[in-house]
């Protein structure tokens, strides 16, 4: 078994490709020798809507992918082929599905509660949800949207910056860490979405959960828990 991070950036800021482009080596570095740190065996690196392939790291295995955003909210893309690039927006949660299936590669429904709605379509063949390490508490409705679904749980932390790592990861069955066997077996459920306890980063998402409650992106779970489907505060917005 492996214990991988499949949802991680190697850079902290958006915009600015060129700039961009050039912190990215260091960038997948660094996440490599912190998921080294943390224990783990892989780390996918899923760039906001573009992929870049990097040299291969001698601490962890670096697995390809991209973080689509479609028009609907984000799909992470992992495998051995993942598009280079994507416009944002510019693609359905269905479109970015087939792209990933014609690649040889997974489709995963990103942190499903947080500023999206992708979680509401219910004939698109995703092959997993993710439990997102920014705000895990947000699991029990992902566990029921997966039931739902019939699809298997994985685990990212949706690290940008490098001591993000780990904070959630996804342990998979295989006899081979290989972005084929990462698409083997989230297809054929052999993954298990899990979540560190340290003091460490209960108390980064207790900062995470200021943050996006602020925002009004993510619902707060203190609140009377919405049923799967509804968006985060819409409760509010039907009552006016």
């Known amino acids: 078994m492996y214990a991988v991070d499949l949802h991680a950036h190697t850079r902290f800021f958006h915009g ?18 912190a998921a080294d740190r943390r224990g783990l ?60 299936h014609d690649r040889d590669c997974a489709a995963i429904v990103a942190h499903p509660f947080r500023n999206s709605t992708v979680r509401e379509l219910e004939d698109v063949p995703f092959d997993a949800i993710e439990v997102n390490g920014k705000h895990p508490r947000s699991r029990p409705l992902v566990e ?10 994985v685990g990212g932390s949706d690290a940008h910056y490098p001591f993000e790592v ?33 003091g460490f980063d209960r108390l980064l998402r207790r900062g995470y ?15 009377p828990t919405p049923g799967v489907g509804t968006p985060p505060g819409e409760e509010e917005t039907e009552a006016d």
């Open 166 to 198: 780990g904070r959630a990861y996804t342990v998979v069955e295989a006899d081979r860490l290989t972005p084929e066997s990462i698409v083997d077996a989230i297809r054929g459920g052999d993954v298990n979405a899990r979540v560190s306890e340290s």
């Open 16 to 33: 600015r490709r060129s700039l961009g482009d050039r912190f990215d080596p260091l960038g997948v570095r660094l996440l490599a020798e």
């Open 209 to 223: 959960r200021a943050i996006h409650e602020r925002k009004h992106v993510i619902d707060a779970i203190e609140r």
């Open 41 to 100: 065996d892989g780390v996918a690196t899923t760039n906001h809507d573009y992929y870049t392939a990097f040299d291969p790291s001698p601490d962890v295995e670096t697995l390809p992918g991209i973080e689509i955003t479609t028009d609907q909210g984000h799909v992470l893309v992992v495998g051995p082929d993942p598009p280079a690039a994507t416009k944002p927006g510019a693609l359905s949660p269905e479109e970015a599905v087939a792209l990933a």
């Open 144 to 153: 029921q949207l997966a039931e739902e679904r019939d699809l298997p749980l």
